[in-house]
């Protein structure tokens, strides 16, 4: 056991390999050797001493005669030779040329200079080329006093671009680089690593410099070079060039970084930090200094934009009881970005390279399928329109509202039958035609009668398309709009939106030389499909029906006609294609003299009387199709600063309403109280909260009814930004209701409810106030009334919390409804303290208040926490109420405005 414990302790040292003679004389005498020189003693003068001074006492030195100097210096020499010698010895292993341990100028310490670097992998040979040639010099030096670290110098010359940096300005540069000294420790592995970095670097910035030294490159204006020192580049871009970007390699792996900052007076911080992950990507894979340039000043004004959204969290913004963002930024690439409004919408943003706009759809449909919603997202009703409201128009050529929000189905039909296609014709898909040289698509020709539209009649070249005999009778064959058989070409209206040439009064469908349907260029059903508009007239009122009526898309246009039908033939819309008369504003009948085809003039060719004519009708509001947002709105980028810049509300200029608040931010914040709360809060807890939703048709209101009142909630049309309240008395009230209360709560719901920052249990806490009773809610609205309009006359003013606040006792989590009612109802006030000087910095006097009213006995008190420490002010309210509720002896009336008035005129809180 001694033995292996003294084996094991044993202290291990290093042994000799192999041993050299050493020149005495050659070392002592070396060109970094100090030789002391005897110096003549009358050189030095003699010091006068002044009477009445104190002798100072002679030091003299002590001299050892055991000490060596000779053996001292040679010791202190091999020192600091022998991390050199390991130096040497792994350049050589190397291949990289030396030229041997050198002594600095003056003595001042050793040099190894390296004579060439070696070429680095993965860089091309003209990057190896052009820094070998600036390469001047490349040194390794140990720090002095002991084994202190290495240091690397490396200087450059000829540097292809320069800088705006005080320290490059010279004609070389230098770089220093720095690693720890030891035996164990290899010093040329990380060099070489260092190398490596600097070589990769060199690379973009090469190509960089080729194209920002021409002023006649549009680059020139936009980029600035701020350093480069060979281990990182700085780059100043944007037009006022106050955004920055760092560049630099990390030795252990070889990729890019990429760091980002602002200079001079920039206000935000630089807006590429959200997609800097995506960035860096980018250029690890291209490795292109230009381009990756050209994105950031392409996206530039576009990120900025996104990053005027705000992203902190807000408590209360959803049912749940955890903080939500108000807006995620989710960037899947760098001209990608997805913005997400409180977890349940979603808004894909693409910017356009090169154009200086970027397209917007809702981000909860499917890029792949546009009919599927992704899971976790909500659609936003309306998107669509209000994007259309940030359409620059001079700019971008864009289509109407009503086209964008119902573009034609995206669903085909692959089958058909025979009695659809006779003949086995195809008829092409209006999909196909859609747009034409004025942005109008193509009028469809029906093949059928049951899906004919007498303003656009079907082609009458019957012999060359069905092969039958031409036949002029206007009588019951069914033939009273063929065209002679040598008309073969299809007239030149097809390509001009649908209109048939006026040539030789070609527009009647009586003449020999009418046209064909404008429909279409393609072969189109034979007209022997069609019954013969002899037996009635194709306009009258007559001929309209209720049942056609519903089943038309052509309702409220003054004008009667009859329905065109479902279009179940292939290759058609879902939904019945645009009407003939809102393009030209009247109607027509192929079979009356009395009426034209679109193309006609207006008077008749025959007779030379004028026709009669159908006033122009007014524009047709198509059904609203939820993923109409799935198509991308293309927006400029001034458009888009518009649309996320905070701002006031539209028309308001001041005052409480005019909380900053982006457009979208606004209508995201509409949509997600009308649909995601209201809607729901109706549906699942209607009968709880004493409220009926009633059905209505129209897009964005929604209309509930409570026992003696009836609500209308809107969606602003005009601006889609704002929320609004009508109240109406239910015509079987039998409480009267004066238009003051009605108003106090349509402009509490606008300056309190509905409003950023559109919390969904501030919702919740007034639709169930809604649903109260008719004596309740009365008194309610007389202290909303006191809110809006406070009592300067009293000690304190009141604020219905909606919410419960942070200050209030733990009834419930911060930030749910404060409004419950049941049998009995409890809600919370804050009263504030006026009427006093309040010192400089300090807040005024508050009290958050629980009241809980019992509706059976008419009594309202203070709602009291069982196992709840008292504080002084709730043992003042506390006090209050309970007097009040002895001497208050009005028990007919609701308590709950008398007892609170009284708390607002009397209570005195100490401090």
């Given at each position: 056991?001694?033995?292996?414990?003294?084996?094991?302790?044993?202290?291990?040292?290093?042994?000799?390999?192999?041993?050299?003679?050493?020149?005495?004389?050659?070392?002592?005498?070396?060109?970094?050797?100090?030789?002391?020189?005897?110096?003549?003693?009358?050189?030095?003068?003699?010091?006068?001493?002044?009477?009445?001074?104190?002798?100072?006492?002679?030091?003299?030195?002590?001299?050892?005669?055991?000490?060596?100097?000779?053996?001292?210096?040679?010791?202190?020499?091999?020192?600091?030779?022998?991390?050199?010698?390991?130096?040497?010895?792994?350049?050589?292993?190397?291949?990289?040329?030396?030229?041997?341990?050198?002594?600095?100028?003056?003595?001042?310490?050793?040099?190894?200079?390296?004579?060439?670097?070696?070429?680095?992998?993965?860089?091309?040979?003209?990057?190896?080329?052009?820094?070998?040639?600036?390469?001047?010099?490349?040194?390794?030096?140990?720090?002095?006093?002991?084994?202190?670290?290495?240091?690397?110098?490396?200087?450059?010359?000829?540097?292809?671009?320069?800088?705006?940096?005080?320290?490059?300005?010279?004609?070389?540069?230098?770089?220093?680089?720095?690693?720890?000294?030891?035996?164990?420790?290899?010093?040329?592995?990380?060099?070489?690593?260092?190398?490596?970095?600097?070589?990769?670097?060199?690379?973009?910035?090469?190509?960089?410099?080729?194209?920002?030294?021409?002023?006649?490159?549009?680059?020139?204006?936009?980029?600035?070079?701020?350093?480069?020192?060979?281990?990182?580049?700085?780059?100043?871009?944007?037009?006022?060039?106050?955004?920055?970007?760092?560049?630099?390699?990390?030795?252990?792996?070889?990729?890019?970084?990429?760091?980002?900052?602002?200079?001079?007076?920039?206000?935000?911080?630089?807006?590429?930090?959200?997609?800097?992950?995506?960035?860096?990507?980018?250029?690890?894979?291209?490795?292109?200094?230009?381009?990756?340039?050209?994105?950031?000043?392409?996206?530039?004004?576009?990120?900025?934009?996104?990053?005027?959204?705000?992203?902190?969290?807000?408590?209360?913004?959803?049912?749940?009881?955890?903080?939500?963002?108000?807006?995620?930024?989710?960037?899947?690439?760098?001209?990608?970005?997805?913005?997400?409004?409180?977890?349940?919408?979603?808004?894909?943003?693409?910017?356009?390279?090169?154009?200086?706009?970027?397209?917007?759809?809702?981000?909860?449909?499917?890029?792949?399928?546009?009919?599927?919603?992704?899971?976790?997202?909500?659609p936003a009703a309306g998107l669509k329109a209000f994007l259309e409201m940030f359409v620059d128009e001079s700019q971008l050529r864009r289509r109407s509202v009503s086209e964008d929000d119902n573009p034609p189905s995206p669903i085909t039909m692959e089958s058909s039958s025979d009695n659809f296609l006779p003949m086995q014709h195809s008829v092409p898909s209006p999909m196909n035609a859609r747009v034409t040289g004025s942005g109008f698509a193509h009028p469809m020709t029906p093949p059928t009668a049951t899906t004919s539209n007498p303003a656009t009649p079907a082609s009458p070249h019957t012999s060359v398309l069905s092969n039958q005999p031409y036949s002029m009778s206007p009588?019951?064959?069914?033939?009273?709009?063929?065209?002679?058989?040598?008309?073969?070409?299809?007239?030149?209206?097809?390509?001009?939106?649908?209109?048939?040439?006026?040539?030789?009064?070609?527009?009647?469908?009586?003449?020999?030389?009418?046209?064909?349907?404008?429909?279409?260029?393609?072969?189109?059903?034979?007209?022997?499909?069609?019954?013969?508009?002899?037996?009635?007239?194709?306009?009258?009122?007559?001929?309209?029906?209720?049942?056609?009526?519903?089943?038309?898309?052509?309702?409220?246009?003054?004008?009667?006609?009859?329905?065109?039908?479902?279009?179940?033939?292939?290759?058609?819309?879902?939904?019945?294609?645009?009407?003939?008369?809102?393009?030209?504003?009247?109607?027509?009948?192929?079979?009356?003299?009395?009426?034209?085809?679109?193309?006609?003039?207006?008077?008749?060719?025959?007779?030379?009387?004028?026709?009669?004519?159908?006033?122009?009708?007014?524009?047709?509001?198509?059904?609203?199709?939820?993923?109409?947002?799935?198509?991308?709105?293309?927006?400029?980028?001034?458009?888009?600063?518009?649309?996320?810049?905070?701002?006031?509300?539209?028309?308001?200029?001041?005052?409480?309403?005019?909380?900053?608040?982006?457009?979208?931010?606004?209508?995201?914040?509409?949509?997600?109280?009308?649909?995601?709360?209201?809607?729901?809060?109706?549906?699942?807890?209607?009968?709880?909260?004493?409220?009926?939703?009633?059905?209505?048709?129209?897009?964005?209101?929604?209309?509930?009814?409570?026992?003696?009142?009836?609500?209308?909630?809107?969606?602003?049309?005009?601006?889609?930004?704002?929320?609004?309240?009508?109240?109406?008395?239910?015509?079987?009230?039998?409480?009267?209701?004066?238009?003051?209360?009605?108003?106090?709560?349509?402009?509490?719901?606008?300056?309190?409810?509905?409003?950023?920052?559109?919390?969904?249990?501030?919702?919740?806490?007034?639709?169930?106030?809604?649903?109260?009773?008719?004596r309740i809610l009365k008194d309610c609205i007389q202290l909303l009334r006191l809110e809006l309009l406070p009592d300067r006359t009293l000690k304190w003013t009141i604020q219905w919390c909606l919410t419960i606040p942070p200050s209030a006792p733990p009834l419930a989590p911060v930030g749910t409804s404060a409004v419950v009612i049941k049998n009995k109802i409890l809600f919370f006030i804050q009263l504030t303290r006026i009427g006093l000087t309040v010192p400089q910095g300090q807040e005024p006097q508050t009290v958050v208040i629980p009241i809980l009213h019992d509706i059976q006995s008419n009594t309202t008190q203070h709602a009291d926490l069982r196992n709840s420490p008292v504080?002084?002010?709730?043992?003042?309210?506390?006090?209050?109420?309970?007097?009040?509720?002895?001497?208050?002896?009005?028990?007919?009336?609701?308590?709950?405005?008398?007892?609170?008035?009284?708390?607002?005129?009397?209570?005195?809180?100490?401090?």
């Amino acid at each position: 056991m001694t033995s292996t414990s003294e084996a094991d302790t044993a202290e291990t040292y290093l042994a000799p390999l192999s041993l050299l003679a050493i020149d005495p004389k050659g070392c002592i005498h070396g060109p970094d050797t100090y030789a002391p020189v005897k110096q003549d003693s009358n050189a030095y003068k003699r010091k006068l001493m002044s009477v009445g001074s104190s002798l100072k006492r002679q030091r003299y030195s002590t001299h050892c005669e055991y000490f060596q100097s000779e053996l001292a210096h040679i010791v202190a020499m091999c020192d600091a030779r022998i991390p050199y010698i390991t130096l040497c010895e792994e350049l050589t292993n190397a291949n990289i040329p030396y030229q041997g341990v050198q002594v600095e100028a003056e003595g001042v310490g050793l040099v190894l200079r390296i004579c060439e670097l070696p070429s680095v992998e993965g860089v091309t040979a003209e990057t190896n080329k052009a820094l070998a040639s600036s390469l001047l010099d490349c040194s390794f030096r140990l720090q002095p006093r002991g084994h202190g670290p290495w240091q690397v110098q490396l200087a450059f010359g000829n540097c292809p671009l320069s800088s705006t940096a005080p320290r490059e300005q010279g004609s070389t540069r230098s770089v220093y680089l720095t690693y720890e000294a030891g035996s164990v420790v290899p010093v040329l592995k990380p060099f070489l690593l260092d190398w490596k970095a600097i070589n990769r670097l060199y690379q973009p910035f090469l190509q960089l410099a080729e194209i920002i030294s021409d002023p006649s490159q549009p680059m020139f204006r936009h980029v600035e070079v701020r350093s480069f020192n060979y281990q990182k580049l700085t780059l100043a871009y944007g037009k006022d060039k106050t955004s920055t970007m760092t560049v630099l390699v990390d030795p252990r792996d070889g990729r890019y970084r990429l760091l980002w900052g602002v200079v001079g007076a920039s206000s935000t911080a630089n807006c590429h930090v959200i997609v800097q992950h995506q960035l860096t990507q980018e250029f690890n894979e291209h490795q292109n200094l230009v381009r990756l340039i050209s994105v950031l000043c392409e996206t530039q004004s576009a990120l900025q934009a996104i990053c005027k959204l705000p992203t902190m969290p807000l408590l209360g913004a959803t049912q749940q009881p955890q903080p939500v963002l108000m807006f995620s930024l989710l960037p899947q690439s760098s001209t990608h970005i997805r913005v997400v409004f409180r977890n349940t919408y979603c808004l894909d943003i693409h910017i356009c390279k090169g154009k200086n706009t970027v397209s917007i759809r809702d981000g909860a449909y499917s890029m792949f399928d546009i009919m599927k919603v992704v899971d976790g997202f909500t659609p936003a009703a309306g998107l669509k329109a209000f994007l259309e409201m940030f359409v620059d128009e001079s700019q971008l050529r864009r289509r109407s509202v009503s086209e964008d929000d119902n573009p034609p189905s995206p669903i085909t039909m692959e089958s058909s039958s025979d009695n659809f296609l006779p003949m086995q014709h195809s008829v092409p898909s209006p999909m196909n035609a859609r747009v034409t040289g004025s942005g109008f698509a193509h009028p469809m020709t029906p093949p059928t009668a049951t899906t004919s539209n007498p303003a656009t009649p079907a082609s009458p070249h019957t012999s060359v398309l069905s092969n039958q005999p031409y036949s002029m009778s206007p009588g019951p064959s069914g033939y009273p709009l063929a065209s002679p058989p040598s008309i073969a070409a299809p007239s030149p209206s097809g390509v001009m939106l649908g209109t048939p040439s006026p040539a030789l009064g070609a527009g009647s469908p009586g003449h020999p030389y009418h046209a064909p349907s404008p429909g279409t260029l393609h072969a189109v059903p034979s007209p022997a499909q069609m019954h013969s508009p002899a037996t009635g007239p194709f306009i009258s009122p007559q001929s309209i029906t209720e049942s056609q009526t519903a089943h038309s898309p052509f309702t409220n246009m003054g004008l009667a006609m009859a329905s065109p039908g479902t279009r179940n033939w292939p290759a058609s819309p879902s939904m019945p294609g645009p009407s003939p008369v809102g393009r030209y504003g009247v109607a027509h009948s192929p079979g009356t003299a009395m009426t034209h085809s679109p193309g006609s003039s207006g008077i008749n060719q025959q007779q030379g009387t004028p026709q009669a004519t159908v006033p122009r009708p007014q524009p047709r509001i198509l059904p609203h199709r939820s993923w109409a947002a799935a198509v991308p709105t293309i927006l400029s980028h001034e458009n888009l600063h518009k649309l996320f810049t905070p701002a006031p509300p539209p028309g308001v200029s001041g005052g409480t309403t005019s909380h900053m608040c982006s457009p979208i931010e606004r209508f995201l914040g509409c949509v997600y109280l009308m649909r995601r709360c209201l809607n729901r809060q109706l549906q699942a807890y209607g009968e709880t909260i004493h409220l009926t939703h009633i059905p209505v048709n129209e897009h964005g209101v929604t209309q509930f009814k409570s026992e003696s009142l009836i609500y209308r909630i809107t969606q602003n049309p005009t601006t889609m930004q704002t929320l609004q309240l009508q109240v109406n008395p239910h015509p079987d009230c039998k409480d009267p209701w004066s238009h003051d209360e009605l108003q106090v709560l349509e402009k509490f719901f606008e300056t309190k409810v509905g409003c950023p920052p559109y919390k969904y249990n501030a919702m919740v806490a007034f639709v169930r106030l809604l649903g109260a009773p008719t004596r309740i809610l009365k008194d309610c609205i007389q202290l909303l009334r006191l809110e809006l309009l406070p009592d300067r006359t009293l000690k304190w003013t009141i604020q219905w919390c909606l919410t419960i606040p942070p200050s209030a006792p733990p009834l419930a989590p911060v930030g749910t409804s404060a409004v419950v009612i049941k049998n009995k109802i409890l809600f919370f006030i804050q009263l504030t303290r006026i009427g006093l000087t309040v010192p400089q910095g300090q807040e005024p006097q508050t009290v958050v208040i629980p009241i809980l009213h019992d509706i059976q006995s008419n009594t309202t008190q203070h709602a009291d926490l069982r196992n709840s420490p008292v504080t002084p002010s709730m043992h003042s309210v506390q006090n209050m109420m309970k007097r009040f509720n002895e001497l208050y002896t009005n028990k007919t009336d609701c308590t709950i405005f008398a007892a609170v008035k009284d708390l607002m005129a009397n209570l005195v809180i100490p401090h």
